[in-house]
């Protein structure tokens, strides 16, 4: 049974405020810092040793996948975070994007920094404009 101490997103209803001083109450970028200090490895090692998986069908572990991206590539490597909720029923990413903002671009920052991406891009879906 999932325990209140273990939920990664803990305002996904709404309760509490969404902005920087809200997410700061709740202890988002507190460790951001931290993170980043593990360097490039270090912070996919942490990943693959949390056994986090990825959100779609396949489950894939995301430390590996992170692991996959080129180290030493002239050319610039991108982020994508798919926030286009096309799975029938579902309406997960809305509420992160809309209650959680703050934990989804602290994650970019510190996936993009993990696997030297360049740049991130957040794909929203056109409903979404409240």
């Given at each position: 049974?999932?325990?209140?101490?273990?939920?990664?997103?803990?305002?996904?209803?709404?309760?509490?405020?969404?902005?920087?001083?809200?997410?700061?109450?709740?202890?988002?970028?507190?460790?951001?810092?931290?993170?980043?200090?593990?360097?490039?490895?270090?912070?996919?090692?942490?990943?693959?040793?949390?056994?986090?998986?990825?959100?779609?069908?396949?489950?894939?572990?995301?430390?590996?996948?992170?692991?996959?991206?080129?180290?030493?590539?002239?050319?610039p490597s991108y982020l994508v975070v798919n926030g286009d909720e096309s799975e029938p029923g579902s309406c997960k990413d809305r509420e992160i994007l809309r209650?959680?903002?703050?934990?989804?671009?602290?994650?970019?920052?510190?996936?993009?920094?993990?696997?030297?991406?360049?740049?991130?891009?957040?794909?929203?879906?056109?409903?979404?404009?409240?």
């Amino acid at each position: 049974m999932l325990l209140d101490k273990d939920r990664i997103f803990t305002n996904l209803y709404g309760f509490n405020d969404w902005r920087l001083a809200g997410a700061r109450k709740r202890g988002i970028w507190d460790n951001t810092k931290a993170l980043l200090e593990l360097g490039h490895e270090g912070i996919i090692d942490e990943v693959k040793k949390s056994g986090l998986r990825g959100r779609g069908g396949a489950g894939f572990p995301t430390g590996l996948k992170w692991s996959f991206m080129p180290k030493n590539d002239p050319r610039p490597s991108y982020l994508v975070v798919n926030g286009d909720e096309s799975e029938p029923g579902s309406c997960k990413d809305r509420e992160i994007l809309r209650h959680e903002p703050h934990m989804l671009i602290e994650g970019c920052l510190v996936a993009s920094f993990a696997m030297r991406a360049h740049t991130c891009f957040i794909y929203l879906r056109g409903e979404f404009i409240r």
